[in-house]
């Protein structure tokens, strides 16, 4: 059986700086040098199932400028109308910098799908070869690191996580989907809170408020018709793993069903993340960026998992990370053209979440 890594960066992300290999944040903006005269423009965009999202990012005036398109995952709508809401994003996001694609000095392009290859080339024909499209998992590790050696751990309505060591070497777990996988996430959380309610009306497992509050928040008549509903409707992947904000406030206010789901969520993800850790060869001080609305739990979720992460790395920094993720290509992209720590990421933040409040003319 083939056992090499199932994701790997293109080599012109793979290179990491001295500071950032020893596990250093990026430079302030009082400390950082001068940037080369000629990176100026940086192309990076967030493509998914439901939208796509670009912005290019003026590195000499600290501008940003957004540009939208349709769903770019080539799973759900083809590798045309993939091509096509990445090329309008981009186009709009250069349309309003005032600037055309010749002029950029990286791009980086963030992708979901199972596979990027088909995206890959049909970029590379239309486009540019100069744009490196990868994964979107490659994008939120980029987010929640700072594109540094580490971990990013996501957990959205699904869940996946990849790290990347300081030689470069880069591991993926999870992220097999929600039948095979997904593990800790919304989705998985907000089914496994069924199951207990289910375990709970036939008596087979503990009394837990979960059994009314599935009722309630799905709208059906008893437990065993929510099931009917899950089979017969079917249920969504999202509108499943919204019940898991539920269970998230049942756990704070004692639930210990709902507590031990976090709990078990958080093992499911900490293993995961240990195999990151080892394949990768990670230690002492290094990121491990949690990125994903499942977050939103709070403590009950957040502090079983980081006991998880410390318990084979004690030194691992584990946060919770808020910046959008085209954030994470923006710094790829500042990597591949050699402009790497121009911008620190607190200041990237702050203008992603300031262009992201300004409504879309």
Not at 167 to 196: F, N, T, V
Not at 317 to 336: F, I
Not at 348 to 361: F, K, N, R, T, Y
Request: hydrophobic share 45%; aromatic share 4%.
């Amino acid at each position: 059986m083939d056992r090499d890594s199932l994701v790997s960066l293109p080599p012109a992300l793979a290179r990491f700086s001295a500071e950032a290999s020893a596990g250093a944040a990026p430079p302030d903006s009082a400390s950082r040098p001068n940037i080369a005269a000629d990176a100026r423009y940086l192309l990076g965009i967030d493509g998914g199932a439901t939208k796509t999202l670009a912005a290019v990012l003026d590195l000499q005036h600290a501008t940003l400028h957004l540009g939208h398109g349709g769903p770019s995952n080539q799973d759900a709508v083809g590798v045309e109308a993939a091509g096509g809401a990445l090329f309008d994003a981009a186009d709009e996001a250069l349309a309003r910098a005032g600037i055309a694609d010749k002029q950029l000095d990286g791009a980086v392009l963030a992708v979901a799908g199972t596979d990027t290859d088909a995206v890959i080339a049909h970029v590379h024909e239309r486009r540019s070869r100069e744009w490196i499209v990868v994964g979107d998992v490659v994008g939120a590790w980029a987010t929640a690191t700072a594109a540094r050696p580490g971990v990013g751990v996501i957990s959205g309505t699904g869940s996946n996580v990849f790290g990347v060591g300081r030689d470069g070497r880069a591991w993926r777990a999870g992220g097999w989907g929600h039948l095979l996988g997904d593990e800790g996430s919304g989705y998985w959380l907000g089914m496994q809170s069924i199951k207990a309610a289910l375990r709970d009306r036939e008596a087979s497992g503990p009394e837990t408020a979960l059994s009314d509050a599935a009722v309630e928040f799905f709208g059906a008549r008893s437990v065993e018709a929510l099931a009917a509903r899950v089979y017969g409707k079917p249920l969504t992947k999202s509108e499943i793993a919204a019940f898991a904000i539920e269970t998230a406030t049942l756990a704070e206010r004692g639930d210990r069903v709902a507590r031990a789901l976090y709990e078990a969520g958080a093992h499911e993800l900490g293993e995961q993340i240990a195999a990151v850790i080892r394949q990768t060869g990670l230690d002492g001080k290094f990121p491990v960026g949690l990125i994903g609305s499942a977050y939103k739990a709070g403590p009950v979720f957040v502090e079983p998992l980081t006991r998880a992460i410390h318990a084979l790395a004690p030194h691992a920094q584990v946060a919770v990370v808020e910046m959008a993720p085209v954030g994470g290509s923006l710094l790829l992209a500042a990597r591949a053209c050699g402009a790497e720590g121009a911008l620190a990421q607190l200041d990237l933040a702050q203008l992603l979440e300031d262009a992201l409040a300004e409504p879309v003319s």
